[in-house]
């Protein structure tokens, strides 16, 4: 099975990601989506985390105005807006059953955990749970890719196009390492 294209991870993208969470970062494989200025936008996590623990949620929006515009469009009731679409609409509900596939794939593409079986994220394949998780695998998968999370990206505030991102506080700890950081690789 071959795995999506994303960008390594760096230890720089581990602090930003606890930073954006206000928690530790976990089981990151990668980085499927960046804001304009490099920051993560989107992880991809492990399918299974270190603990054992089952993990579904594979594309993970991590960056904090995205996060925000997506908690205002469930609050304005977009989610219910596009549960009537799905039923109303055979050709979106065609391609939100297929994202559901695809999702699946790239999640099984970094292990397969029988415990999730058919489970993939946002309510895929037949409703709409989260535009959060809908709106990592669009930012991921690119558009088209997912039509729930392109409406929600259409109707958002936010652009993946505009930095929005706040001072993380993390590149203090490269410069303090000197030109390069304590890994021996360029600071970025």
Known sequence: MTRPPFDPVTPRDIRIVSAQL?????????????????????????????????????YYLSHPAATAAMSFLEAAQLMVECNELLAADASVAEGYARAHIDY???????????????????????????????????????????????????????????????????DDLDAAAGPEGSDGRESA
């Not at 749970?129 to 505030?157: F, M, Q, W, Y």
């Open 104 to 170: 699946l794939a790239d999640r099984e593409s970094f292990g397969v955990v029988a415990e999730l079986a058919g489970i993939s994220a946002g309510g895929m394949p037949t409703r709409v749970k989260c535009l959060h998780a809908v709106v990592a695998h669009t930012l991921s998968a690119g558009p088209g890719a997912n039509p729930i999370g392109d409406i929600a990206l259409e109707r958002s505030t936010w652009s993946p196009a505009v930095c929005q991102c706040p001072d993380y506080g993390v």
């Open 22 to 58: 206000g928690r530790q970062a976990r089981d990151v494989v990668g980085i499927p989506a960046r804001c304009v200025c490099g920051a993560p936008t989107v992880v991809a996590t492990s399918p299974r985390l270190a603990d054992g623990t089952p993990f579904p949620t594979f």
